[in-house]
Every structure is written in C-alpha cells, then in structure tokens.
C-alpha cells in the first residue's frame, strides 16, 4: 500500500510539471494566436508547400527546396497532412512537444539514477528558458528535437547489454537527427563519441565490445544521411560547417537560471567522484559545449555547432547533472535528514519562482496582427494562385504559410545580397507612397498589402498614391492592369 501511494504520489509529481511546462509554452500566446518567430512560420511554410505539392518556393520564387532540416519539414507536413492546423492552432504543437521532452528526460534520468532525480530534471525541463536567440519550447523549431530525442538516444546507448533492438533504435534516432536538424545531430554525435572512447579505453572487454557497436552505428547513420549534405558541401565546401552569428549573449547561468546553476556545479562535484562511463560522457559533454560557447564568445570561432542552438542541449545536460545536485541535499545524515528535505524544497520554490518570472518577462515580436490575418485570408480566398505580393518583408513571412502565395521579398533572408536589394526596393517603394508603377509590372507584381511597415520594434503607417492601383480590401491593392 505504502508502495502504490509513492508511485501516485510520483505521478501526481509528473502530471503536474507536465502542466506547468504546458502553461509556461502557451504562455506568450495568452493574447496572442499566432506564431512568435520567423523560423516558425518557414517551417510551417515548408511544411505545407510539400502537402500541397509547390514546385515553387513562396519566398523566393525559385525553385522549391526541402533544405537540410527535411526531417523536421516532414515531420511538420505529415501533421498538416493529418490535421490541417490553422495558423491559430501551430502554436499548440510546441506545447506538446514540451511535455514529451519531459516524459523523455524523466524516463531517462529514472533509469540513470532514480526516481526522485527525475522528477526534479524533468521540472528543471519543464523551466528551461525560451528567447529569440538561443530558441527554446515556447517556439516551433526543430533544434526542441533535442529535449526529447537526445535522452532517449542516451537510453539506447547506455542500455545494458549489446542488444540488437539498442543499436537499432540508436541508429533510427542518430539518422532521424541527422536529417532533421544538424547541429542537434552534431551534439548528439558529440556525445556518442565521448562514449565511444570512454568504452573503447576501458580496461572490460564487455565495454570495448560495445565501443565497436557504438562507432559502428554512428558511421552508418552519417553514411545515410550522406545526401542531405552532398548538395550543400558541394556548393559551399567548408563555409557549409562555419557559421556568423554575433549576437553575444548574457553569462549561461543568468539564462538558465543561478539557483539550477549551482545545483549543477554541485552535481558536477559529485558525480565527478564516480568512475560511471555513462555519468562521465554527460559531464564531459556538457563541459565542451560550454567550451563551445566559451570560445565563441572569445573569439568568434563558430564551426559545425551553431552557436545559438548550443544551448537548448547544454541546458538539457546541465538539467540531468543539477536534478542529481539538488537530490544530494536529500543525503544528510540523521538527525539533519529533515533539514535537506526543507531546503531541497526551498531550493525548488526559489528556482520555480525565478524562472517563471523570467518566463513571464521575456519579450517576443509579433509580425501580425488579428487584422492581418484576416486580410491575408480574404488575399487567399480571392486571388489566383500563381500571383506575386508585395508587402512589408517582415509580415511577408507569416503571409505566405498563411495566404499560400508567393511574396516579392521576405526578411530575414541570411547573407543574400541578392535578397536584401529586393528588400531594399520594397522599402523604397512603400516609402515613395507606392507610387513606383514601373517597378510592380518589371517584377511581375499584382497585389500589394501596405497596411503597415515593420522592422520588429518599429511600425511605420503606408500611404498608398497611386491611382494604378485599386483598393479591393482592406489596404490590400491590385494593380488595374491585372484586372483586364
């Protein structure tokens, strides 16, 4: 009896950081429905392109590409396929995914090291930070891939005996990584490889056996997923595993948090005492990646891991190694035994305090409103399929998931010279009163929303002068010509 009421007491526990992390991702969206960042609404545009079919990007008008995190985009296009989400309704898809990213990680650490270990990185999961930069659950983007998939890759791997169902499971995730998001792959590469000659040095023969299957598995996955990359290091060579990115961000510990950032070095201390190969991989993991971000910050060294999507899979290591630090306060001797349980709750209130405030100050942008969206649905439902928009190149990113049409322009486009000259012109011809007659028919453009200019944390009013163009909804113009 004394048994089934701590396994209801445990999954009372779990429910309710499941619902936590559920509140804290739906969170921004409390009066808002849309998407929050640029990335997500290019996946969800990806995504739908490949259920519908387009042979033509809606970005840029050329051809229509997969892109390298084809994994993801299918993912995303079967649940579009199954489902038909609007797009008030993406933004429960992350949500969900935080919740598996909690079940993983507690099954993960339940296995590794116990019950209440779990328990306590599973809610440190349920409070990992989200902002525009490093991602985090709050957003629909692939490298979350990595709060669930990297744990149970790790279960695989760390998994008692050389089994067959293991390795295959291993291999299913390692090359469904690689396919899906590659510097979340990399990290997970990273850390097989740490385990690999953890095994490989080891003085059991049992573990050398194991480094074969390892290594074994780790080469066949990159040989598989070989053609994803053959046609970007083709094109780029090396340029396609360096990346410039310089937004440097605050010290780790103010964004994960300074009470789980203790917890960690705390963790890091005592499992350091430990001669577990598995415990060892997840604390010399963790200690690269910090390197990784380290020199980055240094030197501006950015190669194979991109240096904003380091942290999500830093955090879910340090996760796992502070849950075991917090869990030591629960280790004093009687008759102080009492006295750790009372600060090991104390510690989680204080940690569960500070960063659901931190949550609730984040700021995210908002490229549409509600009027947007309901203009971008009338610019759907009535015109032709095959026209080119023109409006604000920020908004042009949620209008083409939304309205299924190609747009002339669309930031942020990556280092493009080509792209911000597009850009340019937009601006040019918004700011000229959409006066620019020329300019619309050279580039084959019909349709013009001029509602209003955004630059993120600038909006700028459009006046339209133009008597080319007809006003046929709200601040939604079409040009005379094209309606002959």
């Not at 953890?198 to 023969?205: A, C, I, Q, T, Y």
């Not at 980055?296 to 849950?323: E, Q």
Request: hydrophobic share 50%.
């Amino acid at each position: 009896m004394k048994v089934r009421s701590r396994i209801d007491r445990d999954h009372s526990l779990l429910l309710a950081i499941m619902i936590l992390a559920i509140s804290l991702t739906l969170y921004p969206h409390l009066h808002y429905p849309f998407l929050l960042h640029v990335d997500e609404w290019f996946h969800v545009a990806v995504a739908k392109e490949i259920v519908l079919g387009e042979n033509i990007d809606w970005y840029s008008g050329e051809e229509f590409s997969i892109w390298m995190e084809r994994g993801w985009h299918f993912l995303l296009a079967t649940i579009y396929f199954l489902f038909k989400p609007s797009a008030t309704q993406w933004i429960y898809l992350p949500a969900t995914f935080h919740v598996l990213a909690v079940l993983s990680i507690y099954y993960f650490v339940v296995k590794l090291f116990g019950k209440k270990e779990a328990l306590i990185s599973a809610l440190l999961i349920a409070l990992i930070p989200s902002n525009v930069t490093i991602g985090g659950p709050v957003f629909l983007i692939p490298v979350n891939l990595s709060l669930i998939f990297i744990p149970l890759a790790l279960l695989f791997a760390f998994g008692e005996g050389s089994t067959l169902r293991n390795y295959a499971g291993l291999f299913a995730i390692t090359t469904f990584l690689l396919y899906a998001h590659p510097p979340t792959a990399v990290i997970l590469l990273l850390i097989l490889s740490i385990y690999f000659l953890l095994n490989l040095f080891s003085k059991d023969v049992l573990a050398r056996e194991k480094a074969k299957f390892i290594l074994l598995v780790m080469f066949l996955s990159v040989l598989v997923s070989t053609p994803n990359y053959l046609f970007y290091a083709q094109e780029k060579g090396l340029e396609v595993a360096k990346f410039d990115f310089w937004i440097y961000l605050r010290a780790i510990p103010y964004i994960y948090g300074v009470i789980p950032a203790l917890f960690f070095i705390v963790g890091v201390y005592f499992l350091s005492r430990t001669r577990s190969k598995e415990v060892w991989t997840l604390l010399l993991a963790s200690m690269l990646l910090a390197v990784n971000i380290f020199i980055f910050t240094k030197f501006g060294v950015n190669w194979l891991i991109y240096y904003s999507r380091t942290f999500i899979p830093l955090f879910l290591l340090m996760s796992i190694i502070a849950g075991y630090g917090f869990g030591k306060l629960t280790e004093l001797e009687k008759p102080f035994k009492w006295i750790g349980n009372v600060l090991l709750i104390l510690a989680l209130i204080a940690t569960v305090f500070f960063s659901v405030n931190a949550h609730l100050e984040t700021p995210y942008y908002h490229l549409i409103d509600e009027k947007d969206y309901e203009n971008f649905l009338w610019i759907k439902e009535n015109t032709d399929e095959d026209i080119t928009v023109l409006l604000c190149p920020w908004k042009a990113r949620a209008f083409a998931p939304i309205a299924e049409r190609r747009v002339f322009t669309v930031r942020p486009v990556g280092p493009s010279p080509k792209r911000e000259h597009a850009n340019e012109q937009a601006w040019q011809f918004f700011n000229d009163n959409c006066t620019n007659t020329s300019f619309l028919v050279e580039n084959n453009i019909s349709v013009v929303y001029a509602k209003l200019l955004v630059d993120l944390r600038v909006q700028l009013p459009v006046e339209c002068r133009n008597e080319e163009l007809v006003e046929v909804w709200n601040r939604t113009y079409v040009l005379k010509r094209s309606l002959s």
